[in-house]
T-cell receptor, first 116, second 110 residues
Framework: GAGVSQSPSNKVTEKGKDVELRCDPISGHTALYWYRQSLGQGLEFLIYFQGNSAPDKSGLPSDRFSAERTGGSVSTLTIQRTQQEDSAVYLC??????????????FGPGTRLTVT | EDQVTQSPEALRLQEGESSSLNCSYTVSGLRGLFWYRQDPGKGPEFLFT???AGEEKEKERLKATLTKKESFLHITAPKPEDSATYLC???????????FGKGTKLSVKP
């Protein structure tokens, strides 16, 4: 079956511009996550959506970052007034959930964001 | 604070030379420990989930084990195609997100 897809695969933007990154999770997965990976750093959690619950935004680094998930499926991560330190690979993942059981997260290929 | 530390940062092996990668963790109420493989320019690829101390899982040349403080990824007779960065992550307490280590970059020379 189809995996997690992300678009665009690469995005180059000028400092101060807004960008939108898209994630299409695996069909039927109720949980969706955004992470970012900077050179030499581990994956850093940004935000987590679980069903119809309020998202866990505890990882967002500043109020320039926001995300939404429409219809329990597609998600968009928006970065406003981009800064050079926002340059990174942004990864989306999705998983099944059932009660308190933790299922593996499946990752998309990522969007490489470069802010010039 | 939940934390994951992987060692070594990089490992170079000759083809057929078995070794182990370490993942040490501190987490409040472990719900699962996950191993992923990441190739350059790609997203992490799921390998294993371990839920409780003493659990082991195997896949081809890879075997993952778990204790209360660490996990090992054993690689038996590796091949060049096993070259990748191996990531360890934990999920704890009421968190949905994973906490990742910085990974071990494995290079296997023919």
């Amino acid at each position: 079956g189809a995996g997690v897809s992300q678009s665009p695969s690469n995005k180059v933007t000028e400092k101060g511009k807004d960008v939108e990154l898209r994630c299409d999770p695996i069909s039927g997965h109720t949980a969706l996550y955004w992470y970012r990976q900077s050179l030499g750093q581990g994956l850093e959690f940004l935000i987590y959506f679980q069903g119809n619950s309020a998202p866990d935004k505890s990882g967002l680094p500043s109020d320039r970052f926001s995300a939404e998930r429409t219809g329990g499926s597609v998600s968009t991560l928006t970065i406003q007034r981009t800064q050079q330190e926002d340059s990174a690979v942004y990864l989306c993942a999705s998983s099944r959930t059932s009660g308190g059981l933790s299922y593996e997260q499946y990752f998309g290929p990522g969007t490489r964001l470069t802010v010039t | 604070e939940d934390q994951v530390t992987q060692s070594p940062e990089a490992l170079r092996l000759q083809e057929g030379e078995s070794s182990s990668l370490n993942c040490s963790y501190t987490v409040s109420g472990l719900r699962g420990l996950f191993w992923y493989r990441q190739d350059p320019g790609k997203g992490p690829e799921f390998l294993f989930t371990l839920y409780s101390a003493g659990e082991e899982k195997e896949k081809e040349r890879l075997k993952a084990t778990l204790t209360k403080k660490e996990s090992f990824l054993h690689i038996t007779a590796p091949k060049p195609e096993d070259s990748a960065t191996y990531l360890c992550a934990v999920q704890g307490g009421s968190q949905g997100n994973l906490i990742f280590g910085k990974g071990t970059k494995l290079s296997v020379k023919p």
